[in-house]
């Protein structure tokens, strides 16, 4: 990165650019996401560079986003041909990398005859689309009206995808929301077993926890999920809005396991904005029909493109080992930490439960060093980086992280946790 003048300053700002942008930004952008940390002007593989010249490792990769880095040249190249060649044309139309990005998503999660793929903007939305799959296999005439979600659920913040969400903070203000969901016990078995039977239309499930702290779904529950919802002739849709797409150092953390639908999202893009639903099957394939649901920009020849590239530079690289073997460098010398009490995760979606509630303040820390880390807690991080991080990279994270927790309990100004450090599902 350069040392030179950073991009977008604004007039009359080179020096203090960045808090020139956060005061523009406090004037004109509405304040949802509470105030922003930087004001980042561009970013290089693995790094990004703030309005003020200064240089972060990103260990967030926009919420497990970024999963090609920054600027990656296969990206850049997919999006700007495409969008010189055709950029918008409606869903009155497709268009062939549409139709090749549906034959490639159904190809690597390995869909039976029959399967479809609806595609969306977004995680949230994409959940909405199951949602409303769910409607569709419910018969309340036969009882069969009950939504079953898992307590710590994230799956979005949209009205349907909320209902589906089980933190109260984030549900309260807007209820009523669409009725007939339940949140069972997380990882209970027992509980589930004992819920499902044929009034549940639809069993929703992440088979890791992002937003609660990166909690994976112990062995063999999503095996007994499939199991009950079969018997019970209810839908297992699976979340891997946040694991899919080599987050976990596979194509989907659910791998062994075909549900009868599928969210995807955040990395699928590798940082332009796509999401899909997809159903296996033709039972589930044919539960909306013609009229039923839509959206404007979803799976338009841009979005497709920039998926397609993401994908074939997952497929054609090391990426994926990558993810595996870095991975399990930084969840073993995490673990091996003192102030560290607890590390959870598979692949580059890692959860640091530390041993004190200072975790936002580790993130302040963490961004002061040149890093950017999240928290989903009072006492856990999480770390989410770009698929393309190497061993040398998570290295100086390792190196820099005891110093960065000492500066976040010295802090006798710690932020207190607020919603800007949690999960983006819009």
């Known amino acids: 990165m350069s040392n030179q003048e950073p991009q977008g300053t604004p007039p009359g700002a080179a020096a203090g650019a960045q808090q020139a942008w956060l005061d523009r930004y406090d004037s004109s952008l509405m304040g949802v996401f509470g105030a922003p940390q930087r004001a980042l002007v561009s970013g290089s593989g693995c790094y990004v560079e703030d ?70 903007n977004s995680g949230a939305e994409a959940n909405e689309a199951a949602f409303k799959l769910a409607r569709r296999n419910s018969d309340p005439a036969a009882g069969r009206t009950r939504i079953l979600a898992l307590e710590g659920a994230f799956h979005g913040r949209t009205m349907g995808a909320l209902a589906l969400t089980a933190k109260p903070a984030y549900r309260e203000p807007f209820e009523p929301l669409p009725a007939g969901v339940e949140h069972l016990p997380f990882g209970d078995v027992d509980a589930l077993l004992a819920a499902v039977d044929e009034t549940v239309a639809a069993v929703f499930l992440e088979p890791i926890q992002g937003e ?57 893009g590798g940082g332009f904005p796509v999401g899909a639903l997809l159903t296996f099957g033709e039972t589930a394939s044919t539960l909306l029909a013609a009229g039923m649901h839509g959206t404007t920009f979803g799976g338009n020849p841009v979005a497709a493109a920039a998926a397609l590239a993401t994908l074939s530079v997952l497929e054609s690289s090391e990426v994926l080992a990558n993810v595996r073997t870095t991975g399990e460098y930084l969840r073993r010398e995490l673990a091996a930490m003192e102030s560290v009490a607890e590390v959870r995760g598979e692949g580059f979606l890692i959860g640091i439960d530390l041993d004190d509630d200072v975790a936002p303040a580790a993130v302040a820390a963490a961004l002061d ?45 710690a932020p207190a946790f607020s919603s800007t450090t949690t999960e983006g599902k819009p």
């Open 51 to 120: 309005a003020d010249g200064k240089q972060y490792l990103d260990l967030l990769g926009g919420i497990a986003v970024n999963s090609l880095g920054h600027a990656h040249p296969a990206l850049v190249a997919a999006v700007s041909d495409q969008l010189a060649t055709l950029g918008h044309v409606s869903n009155f139309f497709t268009s062939p990398v549409q139709v090749q990005l549906a034959e490639r998503l159904l190809s690597l999660a390995g869909a039976p005859q029959g399967s479809k793929v609806f595609f969306a």
């Open 212 to 268: 609660a702290g990166v909690r994976p779904l112990p062995e063999g529950y999503l095996r007994a999920a499939r199991d009950a919802t079969r018997a019970a002739g209810a839908l297992l849709v699976i979340d891997e809005v946040q694991t899919g797409i080599g987050r976990t150092g596979k194509w989907f953390a659910s791998e062994g396991v075909l549900p009868d639908a599928m969210t995807l999202a955040k990395g699928l």
């Open 369 to 413: 060093a040149g890093f950017i880390i999240n928290s989903t807690g009072p006492a856990t991080l999480r770390l989410a980086p770009p698929l393309i991080l190497t061993a040398e990279q998570a290295g100086s994270f390792l190196d820099a992280l005891p110093g960065i927790l000492g500066a976040a309990r010295a802090s006798s100004a």
